[in-house]
């Protein structure tokens, strides 16, 4: 089921992406995809990009491990 959906997603998305050749005229190269399309996939990159970069920053200020007997704890010890 899974692998259908995936494939009409996909399918989807290539539609959208995926200019038609009479749409501006013969060799008019502006836009790579329709709009629709061009707004679908930066979008979903620039999505993806920021919740990397918020996940990264809320592991920096606070990684939330609590254990004493983490490895990390061995590494840090004043006496290495």
Same mark, same amino acid.
């Given at each position: 089921?899974? *692998?259908?959906?995936?494939?009409?997603?996909?399918?989807?998305? %290539?539609?959208?992406?995926?200019?038609?050749?009479?749409?501006? %005229?013969?060799? &008019?190269?502006?836009?790579?995809?329709?709009?629709?399309? +061009?707004?679908?996939?930066?979008?979903?990159? %620039?999505?993806?990009?920021?919740?990397?970069?918020?996940?990264?920053? $809320?592991?920096?200020? *606070?990684? %939330?491990? $609590? &254990?004493? +007997?983490?490895?990390?704890? $061995?590494?840090?010890?004043? *006496? $290495?």
């Amino acid at each position: 089921m899974t *692998d259908t959906i995936t494939a009409w997603i996909l399918s989807a998305l %290539g539609y959208l992406c995926t200019a038609p050749a009479t749409a501006s %005229g013969a060799g &008019d190269h502006s836009l790579a995809g329709p709009l629709l399309g +061009n707004v679908l996939v930066v979008g979903g990159a %620039g999505l993806v990009t920021l919740s990397c970069i918020v996940a990264a920053l $809320r592991m920096l200020i *606070d990684p %939330g491990e $609590r &254990d004493p +007997n983490h490895p990390k704890y $061995r590494v840090l010890h004043a *006496d $290495r």
